[in-house]
């Protein structure tokens, strides 16, 4: 196996057989894949996580990771970044101003688990239900404009391409057009990379909308919604409780983005035109 580092080591070429099933044709091939690998989230110091995820773009990974926790309030506040491979996989080394890492510290001894489901440090129901802060951003939209960035995520998804087995979470201006994109093995790091880059190149979440190759759960709701941006695309379905969580927030909400419909769950400000 080899890292391309034309993909920012994002992905292995692997021997592989194909196997003729509907149709003849065995061959020897080699597949490029995806890399999946456990990357040790520190924060001072202090072990906070071990997600599992594609290790390119890791600095804007750790810039939206710390923002959805809550660990910092804006980019700035995070003093430095450090990424580096470590035997079986990545560490992500993310230092702090001392009282933004007693937060750091408290969250850390809350957790209850580790992985991407969104629910770690959780300790009940109602932490999971708390309200969310209501939406105030507004964008002008149209349905052009939606139809506009499904057709061009392709071309901002080059390990999708390669792999065919990451998502992708773009930004995109009311007129539809792709200002940045992020890929990863998981939708949840995908959109903290997203908007961990966003927060890096000063590109403010509520001046435009946001697009996922994924099915809509509830934690995107979420994270889209603590980044301050007032719309969601999903290619896929939603659950029950990310429609509940947009509407409660105010979020326009549009899923099942293909490229001859979409199901438009919450438009509480009438932004599509």
Excluded at 33 to 44: H, K, L, Q
Excluded at 48 to 61: E, G, H, N, Q, R
Excluded at 86 to 107: V, Y
Excluded at 132 to 160: E, W
């Amino acid at each position: 196996m080899r890292y391309d580092a034309a993909m920012n080591d994002a992905m292995i070429d692997l021997p592989v057989q194909r196997l003729g099933l509907g149709e003849p044709g065995d061959a020897e091939l080699t597949r490029s894949i995806a890399i999946e690998a456990p990357v040790s989230i520190e924060v001072g110091g202090i072990g906070y996580a071990v997600m599992m995820a594609t290790p390119s773009d890791l600095d804007d990974y750790a810039v939206g990771f710390a923002l959805n926790e809550g660990l910092v309030e804006t980019a700035d506040q995070i003093g430095r970044i450090d990424a580096h491979p470590i035997e079986g996989g990545w560490a992500l080394r993310i230092w702090l101003p001392s009282e933004r890492n007693a937060i750091a510290l408290e969250r850390a001894r809350k957790r209850v688990s580790e992985s991407s489901c969104g629910l770690c440090g959780i300790e009940n129901i109602e932490e999971v239900l708390r309200p969310l802060p209501p939406l105030t951003a507004r964008i002008a939209t149209n349905r052009t404009a939606i139809a506009a960035a499904l057709a061009a995520l392709h071309d901002h998804q080059p390990l999708g391409r390669a792999t065919g087995a990451v998502h992708a979470a773009a930004f995109c201006s009311p007129a539809g057009d792709i200002l940045l994109a992020r890929e990863d093995v998981g939708r949840h790091n995908a959109l903290d990379k997203l908007i961990g880059a966003l927060a890096r190149a000063g590109i403010d979440a509520a001046s435009g909308f946001i697009l996922l190759s994924a099915r809509c759960s509830y934690e995107l709701v979420e994270k889209t919604v603590r980044a301050g941006c007032p719309m969601l695309v999903t290619i896929s379905a939603p659950t029950s409780l990310a429609a509940e969580r947009a509407v409660q927030a105010g979020l326009t909400l549009v899923t099942l983005a293909r490229t001859d419909s979409a199901l438009v769950v919450s438009d509480p400000h009438g932004m599509i035109a």
